[in-house]
Every structure is written in structure tokens, then in C-alpha cells.
């Protein structure tokens, strides 16, 4: 079992860099991928980044590849997404994921996410 509590999220202008934090707790988060999704309102909540168990591999959704970057560390327990150049279509509650499913088939499938952080809102002012 794995919690997760994210932080960092906040009222930025356009163009501007923020960078989320989600900490988890236990001591098997290096057996988890780990996934940032999002909803904006009045929008399903849709797949933003993945990371694989060992950090060596990420994904994207196309609409922020190049502006965001995933990342991890599996001593102190923690995930962050990186988020710069941000837009108003970025606006939305982030919300950390834990998956134990096989990374390649699932990454982006908010299915297979098991463990969900509470969400953290983000809101770009153009």
C-alpha cells in the first residue's frame, strides 16, 4: 500500500514554471510506475506523464512534451513534474497516481493507477 500527498501547485502567469511534488509513503514506491494526470473543468481527467519503476523511461502527452519533464527519486520517495512555458489550457487539478501494472501496456490508462494523491491545483492566468 502507497499514499501519496502532492504539493506545489499554485497561480502562475502564462509562460510561466512550476514544479510539482508528490511524496509517498512505504518502502515499495521503487515498485511503482508513477503517473501525473489532470482535470480541467468541466473535462474528463486525462493521462499528462508517466515514469517508469527505475526512472529510465518516460511519456508524454503530446500537448506538453517539450514543456514538462517527470522525473524521480526512489531513495527520498518522491515524483515530480517539472512544468514550464505553461498555458491557460494547462489549468486543472494535478493528481499524482501509483500503478503496479506492466508499464508499456498501461502507462497512460488511468485504469490501471491503483493509488491516487488527493490533487493539487494549478491555475495559468493569461
Known amino acids: 500500500q502507497v499514499q501519496l500527498v502532492e504539493s506545489g501547485g499554485g497561480l502562475v502567469q502564462t509562460e510561466g514554471s512550476l514544479r510539482l511534488s508528490c511524496a509517498a509513503s512505504?518502502?515499495?514506491?521503487?515498485?511503482?510506475?508513477m503517473g501525473w494526470f489532470r482535470q480541467g473543468p468541466g473535462k474528463e481527467r486525462e493521462f499528462v506523464a508517466a515514469?517508469?519503476?527505475?526512472?529510465?523511461?518516460?511519456f508524454y502527452v503530446d500537448s506538453v512534451k517539450g514543456r514538462f519533464t517527470i522525473s524521480r527519486d526512489n531513495v527520498k520517495n518522491l515524483v515530480y513534474l517539472q512544468m514550464n512555458n505553461l498555458k491557460p489550457e494547462d489549468t486543472a487539478v494535478y493528481y499524482c497516481?501509483?500503478?503496479?501494472?506492466?508499464?508499456?501496456?498501461?502507462?497512460?490508462?488511468?485504469?490501471?493507477?491503483?493509488?491516487w494523491g488527493q490533487g493539487t491545483q494549478v491555475t495559468v492566468s493569461s
Open positions: 497516481a501509483a500503478s503496479k501494472a506492466p508499464f508499456l501496456l498501461y502507462y497512460r490508462n488511468k485504469v490501471a493507477y491503483d493509488h
Open positions: 512505504g518502502r515499495t514506491f521503487s515498485t511503482y510506475v
Open positions: 515514469i517508469s519503476r527505475n526512472g529510465d523511461t518516460t
